[in-house]
Protein backbone atom coordinates (compact mmCIF):
# COMPACT_ATOMS: atom_id res chain seq x y z
CA UNK A 1 0.00 0.00 0.00
CA UNK A 2 0.99 3.59 -0.94
CA UNK A 3 0.51 6.15 0.97
CA UNK A 4 1.30 10.52 0.16
CA UNK A 5 1.89 13.20 2.41
CA UNK A 6 -0.23 15.99 2.03
CA UNK A 7 0.85 19.05 2.87
CA UNK A 8 -0.65 22.62 3.23
CA UNK A 9 0.20 26.21 4.15
CA UNK A 10 -0.67 26.99 7.74
CA UNK A 11 -2.50 30.48 6.81
CA UNK A 12 -3.97 30.10 3.31
CA UNK A 13 -4.41 25.88 3.00
CA UNK A 14 -2.62 26.46 -0.14
CA UNK A 15 -0.77 22.99 -0.96
CA UNK A 16 2.42 22.69 -2.65
CA UNK A 17 3.41 21.86 -6.59
CA UNK A 18 4.82 18.41 -6.94
CA UNK A 19 8.65 19.52 -6.98
CA UNK A 20 8.01 21.40 -3.60
CA UNK A 21 6.26 18.29 -1.93
CA UNK A 22 9.16 16.34 -2.95
CA UNK A 23 11.65 18.74 -1.44
CA UNK A 24 9.13 18.89 1.67
CA UNK A 25 9.21 14.97 2.03
CA UNK A 26 13.08 14.96 1.65
CA UNK A 27 13.15 17.17 4.70
CA UNK A 28 11.62 14.99 6.71
CA UNK A 29 14.37 12.28 6.85
CA UNK A 30 16.56 15.44 8.02
CA UNK A 31 15.94 15.59 12.15
CA UNK A 32 15.89 19.01 13.09
CA UNK A 33 15.07 20.63 16.21
CA UNK A 34 14.19 24.93 16.19
CA UNK A 35 15.04 25.49 12.55
CA UNK A 36 13.99 27.14 9.57
CA UNK A 37 14.21 25.52 6.35
CA UNK A 38 13.27 26.63 2.84
CA UNK A 39 11.51 24.14 0.24
CA UNK A 40 11.96 25.07 -2.85
CA UNK A 41 10.87 26.11 -5.88
CA UNK A 42 8.49 27.53 -4.26
CA UNK A 43 10.02 29.06 -1.57
CA UNK A 44 8.07 27.25 0.88
CA UNK A 45 8.73 28.21 4.66
CA UNK A 46 9.16 24.93 6.99
CA UNK A 47 9.56 25.77 11.22
CA UNK A 48 10.76 22.53 12.30
CA UNK A 49 9.68 23.10 15.92
CA UNK A 50 10.21 19.44 17.23
CA UNK A 51 9.70 19.32 21.20
CA UNK A 52 9.51 22.57 23.26
CA UNK A 53 8.85 25.13 19.88
CA UNK A 54 5.72 22.91 18.97
CA UNK A 55 4.90 21.19 15.98
CA UNK A 56 6.47 21.09 12.38
CA UNK A 57 4.80 24.47 10.44
CA UNK A 58 4.58 25.19 6.85
CA UNK A 59 3.90 28.42 4.82
CA UNK A 60 3.88 29.06 1.30
CA UNK A 61 5.99 31.80 -0.12
CA UNK A 62 3.23 34.12 0.42
CA UNK A 63 3.01 33.60 3.92
CA UNK A 64 6.62 33.38 5.50
CA UNK A 65 6.21 36.65 7.38
CA UNK A 66 3.31 35.68 8.78
CA UNK A 67 4.50 32.16 9.71
CA UNK A 68 7.75 33.25 11.79
CA UNK A 69 5.52 35.96 13.25
CA UNK A 70 3.37 33.35 14.70
CA UNK A 71 6.42 31.24 16.11
CA UNK A 72 8.06 33.95 17.09
CA UNK A 73 4.96 35.37 19.43
CA UNK A 74 4.58 31.82 20.75
CA UNK A 75 8.32 30.45 21.42
CA UNK A 76 10.30 33.73 21.26
CA UNK A 77 10.14 33.81 25.28
CA UNK A 78 11.50 29.82 25.20
CA UNK A 79 14.78 30.59 23.30
CA UNK A 80 16.60 32.22 20.37
CA UNK A 81 15.42 29.21 17.92
CA UNK A 82 12.49 31.33 16.50
CA UNK A 83 14.56 34.72 16.31
CA UNK A 84 17.37 33.22 13.67
CA UNK A 85 17.72 35.21 10.81
CA UNK A 86 19.40 32.40 9.03
CA UNK A 87 16.82 29.22 7.22
CA UNK A 88 18.66 26.35 6.22
CA UNK A 89 17.67 24.25 2.97
CA UNK A 90 16.03 21.14 2.50
CA UNK A 91 18.14 18.02 2.58
CA UNK A 92 19.30 17.38 -1.10
CA UNK A 93 18.98 14.67 -2.64
CA UNK A 94 22.55 12.92 -2.01
CA UNK A 95 22.06 12.91 1.40
CA UNK A 96 18.98 11.09 1.41
CA UNK A 97 21.59 7.96 0.99
CA UNK A 98 23.20 8.47 4.53
CA UNK A 99 19.67 9.09 6.21
CA UNK A 100 18.59 5.95 5.25
CA UNK A 101 22.00 4.52 6.38
CA UNK A 102 21.10 5.75 9.90
CA UNK A 103 17.49 4.82 10.24
CA UNK A 104 18.72 1.18 9.65
CA UNK A 105 22.28 1.99 11.82
CA UNK A 106 20.01 3.09 15.06
CA UNK A 107 17.56 -0.24 14.64
CA UNK A 108 14.50 2.36 13.68
CA UNK A 109 10.76 0.53 12.34
CA UNK A 110 10.74 3.67 10.01
CA UNK A 111 12.71 3.21 6.76
CA UNK A 112 12.88 5.43 4.08
CA UNK A 113 12.44 4.34 0.47
Not at 31 to 42: K, L, N, S
Not at 52 to 81: N, P
Not at 98 to 107: E, I, K, V, Y
Request: glycine share 8%; aromatic share 12%; with cysteine.
Amino acid sequence: MSIRLLFKCEICSAAPDELTQGSIERQLLNARFGQWVDAYPEKWLIWSGNGIYGATLYACGKHRGELKSFVREHYGAIGWHPWSMDSYPCVPPTDLVQARRRLRHTGSKFTAT
